[in-house]
């Protein structure tokens, strides 16, 4: 069966990094690409960024100085970093293989 | 980037009427490899979004066929033929043709 979660810290203080963990079953992120996508509460969705199969990743436009992605193949797992973290940046994050989705994590900003 | 913008924002419905959402793209969305990477999303309350289309006019695994996608280039439509009430929610169009991907801003589907 394919799953997808989320796990990280669910506050964050300004100015800091978010670090989030995606830890997926019944796939290989060798096989498979795997998005973040993040939602505002009472907003619209964003798509933040994607690991490929391959390896390689691609982000967001707005994001893409503060984003990183990264994987660890052997422990089925997909890190999301963001820094310089602001109020605005509180939201639902979610992974998802696009045809699976995780649960989401909610993550805010505040001191 | 690619712009979708969706129409309307918001689309009350009676239960059993059909339903129409507009996505239309700032450019078009044929890939090179001349796949259309136009996806539907349905988010129900308080859940993740779920697939509902892929490639234009595919329904994912176990999405009823009163969904149909259609549409071609940058202008495309969702249609929900006879609502029913676990339909209600926000639909969003996805496109992931064009790096980096992106949302529309999302179509409410609501009860009159």
């Known amino acids: 069966e394919v799953q997808l979660k989320e796990s990280g810290p669910g506050l964050v203080q300004p100015s800091q990094t978010l670090s989030l963990t995606c830890t997926v079953s019944g796939f290989s992120l060798t096989d498979y690409s795997v998005h973040w996508v993040r939602q505002p509460p009472g907003k619209g969705l964003e798509w933040m960024g994607v690991?490929?199969?391959?390896?390689?990743?691609a982000y967001n436009s707005a994001l893409k100085s503060r984003l990183s992605i990264s994987r660890d193949t052997s422990k089925s797992q997909v890190f999301l970093k963001m820094n310089s973290l602001q109020t605005e940046d509180t939201a639902i994050y979610y992974c998802?293989?696009?045809?699976?989705w995780g649960q989401g994590t909610l993550v805010t900003v505040s001191s | 980037d690619v712009v979708l913008t969706q129409t309307p924002v918001a689309q009350p419905v009676t239960l059993g009427d059909q339903a129409s959402i507009s996505c239309r793209s700032s450019q078009s969305l044929v890939h090179s490899n001349g796949n259309t990477y136009l996806e539907w999303y349905l988010q129900k309350p308080g859940q993740s979004p779920q697939l509902l289309i892929y490639?234009?006019?595919n329904r994912f695994s176990g999405v009823p066929d009163r969904f149909i996608g259609s549409g071609s280039g940058s202008d495309f439509t969702l249609k929900i033929s006879r609502v029913e009430p676990e339909d209600l929610g926000v639909y969003y169009c996805?496109?992931?043709?064009?790096?980096?991907?992106?949302f529309g801003a999302g179509t409410k589907l609501e009860l009159k």
């Open positions: 996805f496109q992931a043709t064009h790096d980096p991907y992106t």
């Open positions: 690991m490929w199969s391959g390896g390689s990743t």
């Open positions: 998802t293989r696009r045809t699976y």
């Open positions: 490639k234009v006019s």
